[in-house]
């Protein structure tokens, strides 16, 4: 479709930026600028990405004037061009999250979910007693079900919050059972299999980016 | 120094892994491809990071030579190179937790920070009950003590972790004490000022990506 995997990832991420801002009732035209501002990368990265995406159009002059005008970009027209071309309509994801610590229960109430494409379907603990004792909007099961509890809900991706010395291990069982792509929260490098795929997020990164971003700033 | 900055961003993540990689005692000289897998980077980014890295070098022969070879980068010398380059060494950042729910107070015995160039100083939170009751291995304080505690352990970084809804209060709150950069953990997108630097760390963010990378392998 000619659009790079980098470029794909920051357009997604661009539509929800732009969604979210259009949430908080904030309306109006965004200039490339004001999206540096707001998403950290080069304005001119942002501009060559939407003019991959429009050239991934099958009438570009109409894609282009879609959103683009030269008071900036229609925000609402940008991220549901987004949403088409990379096809993340309708999409419907089921999600799990195994560990159910500080950071895994967490998600147990997580209202952030509503109106995205993703729903966690279960959650998974090795400590049967943690299990009974949290109370989620969706089952708890111990580890030992996940084989039979992965496949029947259809999960395809994991938010794995596990201890780092447990990572590569339950990985390898979510792999294993049909998940394809896990979040990382822990702070281990996984080894993963073909055709998967793992998003890190770990605080230590984004601190690390953080400070890139500030020594960059004062070296400009 | 002729590096841009979301090369530096990713060099600086790069230097983590090749970092944790040794730690995980796993040597031997690693190739780009290996690294695109590691990371979701493509291998020709990472091969034009790293040459945006010598060139930064004074004397770019040797800086090539030091960690690359035909059987690939040697990981510890490039991890130092990069963190010579991007002055990251002996740095030492001082930050402060804000919003002590279940993600923020997950981070009171969070061990991975030792060895990092990342010191927690203070928790804050608006709820006095919940800092008596809560035990961390720095002090916890309410957060209308912010404007004396941030000066004083000179914080300039934060983890935002408080309800959306005081999202933006809380981090015209941090700027105005001093913080420069917070890493937003709220699904808000944050206004700021000059100067200042935000990274979000999002579930809904990291899970939009994955989605997205493996719609891609699937569409490639």
């Known amino acids: ?3 790079s995997k980098p ?6 991420r661009l539509a929800r930026f732009l969604e979210q801002r259009a949430e908080a ?4 035209f965004i200039s490339s600028s004001e999206l540096e501002q707001m998403t950290g990368w080069p304005s001119h990265t942002i501009r060559k990405d939407v003019s991959q995406l429009v050239s991934g159009f099958p009438e570009p002059q ?3 004037d879609m959103f683009s005008t030269s008071a900036g970009y229609d925000p609402v027209a940008l991220a549901s061009c987004i949403r088409r071309v990379l096809s993340l309509e309708n999409a419907s994801h089921n999600c799990c999250v195994v560990g159910l610590g500080r950071l895994g229960s967490s998600f147990l109430n997580y209202e952030a979910f509503a109106g995205t494409p993703f729903t966690l379907r279960a959650g998974f603990d090795s400590n049967v007693n943690r299990i009974e004792i949290l109370q989620g909007e969706f089952p708890l099961y111990p580890t030992f ?3 039979e509890v992965i496949p029947r809900f259809d999960i395809k991706l994991a938010l794995l919050c596990v201890p780092g010395e447990c990572a590569q291990a339950s990985a390898d069982k979510l792999f294993s059972c049909g998940v394809t792509g896990i979040v990382n ?3 281990v490098v996984l080894s993963t299999p073909p055709g998967t795929a793992v998003e890190n997020v770990s605080v230590l990164d984004a601190l690390g980016a953080l400070a890139t971003r500030l020594a960059f700033n004062r070296l400009k």
Chains 1, 2 share one sequence.
């Open 25 to 28: 009732g904030k309306s109006g």
């Open 1 to 3: 479709m000619g659009i």
């Open 185 to 187: 929260f822990t702070s």
């Open 7 to 12: 470029a794909a990832e920051r357009l997604a």
């Open 62 to 64: 109409d894609g282009a």
């Open 145 to 147: 079900r996940m084989k």
